[in-house]
C-alpha cells in the first residue's frame, strides 16, 4: 500500500524558515517524480514545486521560486521542501504528492502537515 | 484567484445528480491537456476520483463520472449519497504558466 506521511509542520515567524519532510512507502520512490501541494484555510489546492523522478529536474510555481526548494533522498524514501523567507499567506496545509506515470496528475496524497506563519 | 474556475457550491438531494464545472482557458484546457479532479474531506488525504477527463480509477462508484469539452469539463455524481458530501477540485497542465493548475473547489452538500 502507497503510503506518503508528512511532517515538520509548525508555528514560525514571518520571514523564518522551516524544512518538512515527506516518508515514502509502498513502492519503489526513485521511479516516481513527486511534488508538494498546499492549500491555505478557505482556499483551494496551489501546486508549488515537482521533483523529477531522477531527481534531477525540478519545477516551481513563480510564487514561490528563489524562496522553496524541493529535494529527496532516495536511499530513505524522503521528500523535503525547505522554505525560508515565509510569510503569513504561506499558511497552509502542505500536501506531499506522488505523480501518476504519466505525470501529469497526482494518483496518492499524504494527509498534510500544517503550517502556520505568525508572530 | 485560482487558474480554473469552479462553482463554490453545488447541492442536491438523496438520489439526485449534480454536475461541477470546470472553466479555464486556451492555455490549459483549452490547449488539449487533460482534467482530473480530486475529493476532499477535512482532515483527510485529498483523493483521485476522476482522471484524464473520463476514467475512473478502481474503488470509485461508476455513478461518479467526467466529461470535457473545449475550455471546459465537468464532474458528474449520480444517485446521490451522504458519502459524497465534501469538497471537489479539478486539475490541469497549463503552458504558459509551465506548471498544475487547480480549480478553487466547489463543495457538495448532500442536502
Known amino acids: 500500500e502507497v503510503q506518503l506521511l508528512e511532517s515538520g509542520g509548525g508555528l514560525v515567524e514571518p520571514g523564518g524558515s522551516l524544512r518538512v519532510s515527506c516518508a515514502a512507502s509502498?513502492?519503489?520512490?526513485?521511479?516516481?517524480?513527486m511534488s508538494w501541494v498546499r492549500q491555505a484555510p478557505g482556499k483551494g489546492l496551489d501546486w508549488l514545486s515537482s521533483?523529477?523522478?531522477?531527481?534531477?529536474?525540478?519545477y516551481s510555481a513563480d510564487s514561490v521560486k528563489g524562496r522553496f526548494t524541493i529535494s529527496s533522498d532516495n536511499s530513505k524514501g524522503t521528500l523535503y521542501l525547505q522554505m525560508s523567507s515565509l510569510r503569513a499567506e504561506d499558511t497552509a496545509v502542505y500536501y506531499c504528492?506522488?505523480?501518476?506515470?504519466?505525470?501529469?496528475?497526482?494518483?496518492?496524497w499524504g494527509q498534510g502537515t500544517l503550517v502556520t506563519v505568525s508572530s | 484567484q485560482s487558474v480554473l474556475t469552479q462553482p463554490p457550491s453545488v447541492s442536491g438531494a438523496p438520489g439526485q445528480r449534480v454536475t461541477i464545472s470546470c472553466t479555464g482557458s486556451s492555455t490549459n484546457i483549452g490547449a488539449g491537456y487533460d482534467v482530473h479532479w480530486y475529493k476532499n474531506l477535512p482532515g483527510t488525504a485529498p483523493q483521485l476520483v476522476i482522471y484524464d477527463n473520463i476514467n475512473r480509477p478502481s474503488g470509485v462508484p461508476d455513478r461518479v463520472s467526467g466529461s470535457k469539452s473545449g475550455t471546459s469539463a465537468s464532474l458528474a455524481i449520480s444517485g446521490l449519497q451522504a458519502e459524497d458530501e465534501a469538497d471537489y477540485h479539478c486539475q490541469s497542465y497549463d503552458r504558459s504558466l509551465s506548471g498544475v493548475v487547480f480549480g478553487g473547489g466547489t463543495k457538495l452538500t448532500v442536502l
Open positions: 504528492v506522488r505523480h501518476s506515470t504519466s505525470w501529469f496528475y497526482f494518483d496518492h
Open positions: 509502498g513502492f519503489t520512490f526513485s521511479n516516481y517524480a
Open positions: 521533483l523529477s523522478d531522477s531527481g534531477g529536474t525540478t
